[in-house]
């Protein structure tokens, strides 16, 4: 299993992009699959640092980076806050045409994957402090869990 959004890794994740449906269940959490979608972009701009977040970092930041970048454990189901601005129904982009937003969620990985060491913002608004590495690993945990949300 890939561990991180790279080049060898995207056409997994792409494949598993393009068989999500409007329809699709969810196995938890109260995103459709279209929400999700565009929380998965927004979360790319901002790893992109093309959208911008308030950081939230505490003194956990270092601590709860490990665990979620680190440790073999999949994320927890349904129990993750994210931030407002990436957040759907709060400051999230809103869905609009699927086929269009499932088009610019699949450019966007393909820019994540091509971005230079300096492309990515230095900061994930949880995580703190945030190296290449950290967010190609990040990527490919954050997209893989969602797309797993809904049995992809």
């Known amino acids: 299993m890939p561990s991180r959004l790279d080049t060898a890794s995207r ?3 792409e494949a598993r992009v393009r068989r999500l ?3 699709s269940v969810r196995q938890w959490g109260s995103m459709t699959p279209h929400q999700a ?3 998965l972009s927004d979360a790319l701009k901002m790893s992109l640092n093309e959208r911008p977040v308030a950081p939230v970092v505490g003194s956990m930041a270092p601590v709860i980076r490990f665990v979620a970048l680190s440790l073999p454990l999949p994320w927890p189901r349904g129990r993750i806050k994210t931030v407002p601005e990436v ?5 999230g982009t809103p869905p609009g045409d699927f086929e269009r937003d499932r088009t610019e969620l699949l450019e966007l990985v393909a820019r994540f994957c091509a971005a230079p060491s300096n492309g990515f913002c230095p900061t994930h608004p949880i995580f703190g402090a945030m190296t290449t590495e950290r967010w190609k690993r990040w ?4 997209m893989d869990h969602h797309l797993r949300q809904f049995g992809v």
């Open 139 to 142: 990527g490919y945990l954050h």
């Open 11 to 13: 056409a997994g994740l």
């Open 21 to 23: 449906r409007p329809d």
């Open 37 to 39: 979608i565009c929380h």
């Open 87 to 91: 957040e759907q129904g709060v400051g």
